[in-house]
């Protein structure tokens, strides 16, 4: 039987054909030492994978936004990814889908590095942070429906202030589902309508060590925290734990417990608050009140001052006026008779009835006699009644009968 001859390219293409077929990328995690760990053009990252127990090394490839992690030399981690032949290096490589840290010591190096990372973005800035509503009416809740931070956190809400809404959005809180499906609960809270939306996210769980809290300090867990538009509580087991999504919350809560105190308001509380306000209204009040009633009483003082110094400068007006009146009345009385005495001197009718007459035509006293013609008549006023006449004669002319 003749060989099969094949090209370079070809072969290459057959033999990444058989490793994806035979081998269970998906179902084999793959551990090691990182070494010679590279990032090329702040895209494209290799490193080697080293075996402490044989001199085996295998090469492996990646992008930065498949690593997620910060990754250094010396760290161990469980690589999970696929193997292929490169056709330009004709090397095998294993084309990296997920890295993840194991133990104490990478896991620890891991976190401190992304922490920097993320501190020096900005994701920590207290600015940022924003503050919860005073009285929520709807609250999402992202945690296990199987962890005891559930039950803590329903029943300290229902005991505080009842009423509430909650959705709860059930999610792993550790394990390889647990980053997904938080990311998940974040975009689904955040997609929803305006008025339908919650008022504030809480994530939580109970305590744990750094390969239990790997979830809460994988970095696109804390970008999801960072850029949801709903205010983000996060509570991570006991005040001696401490996540990375911590930092980045807009409020950070000690236990699970301590998240519900920390949300929603204590009836207690508030009735306090209530009684206080009410109180201090009525000392208000009844302190206004005091100040107007002394207000009222120094302007009903000063008026009544007013008063009587105005009924007083009217009585001494009264007073001087009549002791003025009572001096004019002497010399008004002398005035008086004083005219009348001169009135009753010039009194026409006086003159007259000593034997002087009035002679007057049309209701004028004819004063000179020049001013009559014959015949006119003429009105004569005695001291005592009056007669008509007619002029006969004047200055010596004229007839000589006199009527």
Aim: a neutral charge; charged letters at 30%.
């Amino acid at each position: 039987m003749e060989p099969t001859v094949l090209h370079v390219g070809d072969y290459l293409a057959l033999l990444n054909n058989v490793l994806h077929d035979r081998v269970p990328s998906n179902e084999i995690l793959i551990e090691g030492e990182v070494s010679d760990y590279r990032v090329a053009q702040q895209k494209w990252v290799s490193f080697d994978l080293k075996d402490e127990k044989a001199e085996a090394v295998l090469k492996c490839f990646a992008t930065v936004w498949q690593i997620g992690t910060p990754i250094e030399d010396g760290m161990r981690v469980h690589v999970k990814g696929f193997p292929k032949m490169y056709e330009r290096f004709g090397t095998l490589k294993l084309n990296v889908q997920s890295i993840e840290p194991i133990g104490e010591g990478a896991l620890k190096r891991a976190y401190d590095l992304l922490k920097k990372k993320l501190e020096t973005e900005g994701l920590f800035d207290v600015s940022r942070k924003r503050t919860l509503p005073r009285f929520p009416k709807k609250i999402g809740l992202i945690t296990s429906r199987d962890a005891a931070a559930y039950g803590d956190f329903l029943r300290i809400v229902n005991n505080r202030w009842g009423g509430i809404e909650i959705e709860h959005a059930h999610v792993h809180v550790q394990g390889r589902e647990a980053v997904g499906e938080i990311l998940g609960a974040f975009r689904y809270f955040n997609t929803l309508a305006v008025e339908e939306r919650p008022d504030a996210i809480v994530l939580t769980r109970g305590g744990g060590g750094l390969e239990d809290l790997h979830a809460f300090n994988d970095e696109q867990v804390a970008r999801a925290v960072y850029q949801s538009v709903i205010p983000v509580v996060v509570a991570v087991g006991h005040e001696r734990d401490e996540s990375l999504a911590d930092y980045v919350a807009d409020v950070r809560a000690s236990t699970p417990s301590n998240a519900a105190e920390r949300v929603v308001p204590s009836r207690a509380d508030v009735k306090y608050e209530l009684d206080m306000m009410l109180t201090h209204n009525e000392q208000r009040l009844q302190f206004v009140m005091d100040e107007y009633r002394t207000v009222a009483d120094k302007i009903a003082t000063r008026v009544g001052h007013i008063l009587e110094r105005e009924r007083e400068r009217l009585l001494a007006m009264r007073t001087r006026l009549h002791d003025r009146v009572e001096g004019w009345l002497p010399t008004l009385r002398d005035s008086i008779e004083s005219s009348a005495r001169m009135l009753r001197q010039v009194d026409p009718t006086r003159i007259l009835a000593r034997g002087y007459a009035i002679v007057h035509v049309d209701g004028a006293v004819v004063r000179e006699a020049g001013t009559l013609a014959i015949g006119k008549e003429i009105g004569i006023q005695l001291g005592t009644g009056s007669v008509d006449a007619e002029v006969l004669r004047v200055n010596g002319k004229g007839k000589q009968k006199l009527v």
